[in-house]
């Protein structure tokens, strides 16, 4: 009976979790709250001979208990503290460095609270319904102060030769990193896209953006260690009963631990996105925000439309100082040789009046591969280089810092199906059924490996890129200048360091913003470029450019390659070489098709007398200080670090 009795009570003491067993005897609770903290040193030394005694005293009083176990008056002072509730014991238990330096990442991040949502998308019946809560705020819009780029105005004379004309703008343009080109006013090419068959029976996937998340994030692996850190105070506090500062909810505290990235969307049609961005922009600058005097809006048909000045302020305003969380879709990345381009490519689509635009080289079907192009020579027809991609977006949908159109994925680097056979685009066996199944497919398995984190970067090899927008809102374009893009990188690293810590790569991963205003306070020159329906956007080699749609619109964009390049180009080749990243275009390759074609043409000028623009072309490039000369001396004589 004595060892049964002394078993139970050693039972009784040592069960922790025992909710049963009473803290403290009634009436003897503390009302004031104190935490526990760790004893410095040099206190333990001044409270040594103090303890001494105290510490032999309480030695001598252990209880005997049944078959000789002891239970010393420590351990239950130490388990007993654990019930007292007026103890805080969040802070630094066990007194390990580790706990503390998990309490101050706590601290830090508590401090950032999660935002409420601005639009809830979706629910049961359709996923793509959307709720806008979120508010226009102009009086705390960020507009950046900036100049703007230049803006070129071609004759019809000077627009008949692509190449030749970019090439004359290039002294003035290049300086700014980013211009913009109005075609005179007769070049209106027709939008095979606005066909009732197209506008109405396409589907495209599109990609979840939270603009709020574009410069304000914690990186993943900082928020993996907090949240495991504060899952495993939250568990041993609910144990002991104690309250550990923190909100019930655990989805408040909580948020998801994952590696940054645009998740796919849902697909739709031309027709019923354009119905889904603009009632978005609609609900977002509804007319109960329009007391402020820098609200400057146009009223249509009984709405408020807001200027560009409006949407640029208010945009910044939720990139940097968020208030709540806003998601936009944006369909980009589209692959036009499955979609559909927005330039026609046979006769079929035009009228016997418009079949110039279908050889024209502005038409961005040709442009990558015009004559003087070094495009020309590669073969492949590789998707968002050589063939065009499509952007699709509405109001808010961004495209963050890079330094070429080659932006996005290496998923995304598709043949061409209408070449290379997967799907027939004309012909008996062509069917629409049979080309939207595969568009669904690419895009929807880019954006299954984007939103799982796997990015590789389409190496754009530092290309010259040519956007044009179809229809819609503006988009509004940043560019920085090729001189001035190590000083953007330095910046966006020192501001963002933890990003880069987790992400070296980060500027490839297309999905950080930084705002104008910063890179100018610190010393890079950033340069604004409104680009309206009908207007083209041309970026220069290594300069770096991002922005965001101010509306539903559609563009489209490729690269192109002119002999100047080549000094860019082999740049690009010896930094991928540095950090190991993989190429999409041969630079070997299209160096060899130039030589080739230039000593054609010296061949044809010397011996046949044929004085053709495009062999005058070759001529200007050669000879001994010629760029084509230059490149093959910086590939064959010079070491890879000199060149670069």
Known sequence: MRSLMGTELMRICVKEDNDD??????????????????????????????????????????????NGVQISDTAKVSRSLRRRPWINHGQCENGSEEDCDCERHDQNFSSRPCLPKGVIRGCPDCPSCQKVIAKWRPEEALRPHLEDAPVFYPTEEEFQDTLKYISSIRSRAEPYGICRIVPPQSWK?????????????????????????????????????????????????????????????????????????????????????????????????????????????????????????????????????????????????????????????NSSQVSDSNEQYIKSGWNLNNFARLPGSLLSYETSDISGVVVPWLYLGMCFSSFCWSSSIGSGNGLNMYLNPRVHGSIPMEGKNSTREGVEKTARW??????????????????????????????????????????????????????LPELFEEQPDLLHKLVTQLSPSILKSKGVPVYRCVQNPGDFVLTFPRAYHSGFNCGFNCAEAVNVAPVDWLRHGHIAIDLYREQRRKTSISHDKLLLGAAREAVRAQWEITLLKKNTTDNLKWKDVCGKDGLLASAFKVVLFEPPCKAH
């Open 21 to 66: 067993f009473p803290s403290v005897p009634p009436g003897f609770e503390s009302y004031t709250s104190f935490a526990l903290k760790r004893v410095e040193a040099n206190e333990k030394d001044n409270d040594k001979n103090l303890t001494s005694s105290s510490t032999s005293a309480s030695e001598s009083q252990s209880t005997q208990v049944g």
């Open 189 to 345: 090419p027709p939008c095979p896209l606005k066909e009732k068959s197209i506008w109405e029976g396409s589907k495209f996937a599109t990609r979840v953006q939270r603009i709020d998340k574009l410069q304000n994030r914690n990186s993943g692996t900082k928020k993996s260690r907090i949240q495991n850190n504060l899952k495993r105070k939250r568990r041993r506090c609910t144990r002991m009963g104690v309250d550990n500062g923190t909100e019930s909810d655990p989805n408040a505290v909580f948020c998801e631990v994952e590696r940054f990235g645009f998740e796919p969307g849902p697909e739709f049609t031309l027709e019923t996105f354009k119905r889904y961005a603009d009632e978005f922009k609609v609900k977002y600058f509804r007319n109960d925000n329009l007391s402020h005097p820098s609200a400057n809006t146009t009223i249509v048909s009984g709405t408020s439309e807001p200027s560009v000045e409006n949407i640029e302020g208010e945009y910044w305003r939720m990139v940097e100082s968020p208030t709540e969380e806003i998601e936009v879709l944006y369909g980009a990345d589209l692959e036009t040789g499955v979609f559909g381009s927005g330039f026609p490519i």
């Open 442 to 495: 690419q895009c929807w398995d880019h954006l299954r490996w984007e939103a799982m984190g796997v990015y590789m970067h389409v190496e754009d090899h530092h290309l010259y890129s040519l956007n044009y927008m179809h229809w819609g809102a503006p988009k509004m374009w940043y560019g920085v200048a090729a001189k001035d893009a190590c000083k953007l990188e330095e910046v966006m690293r020192k501001h």
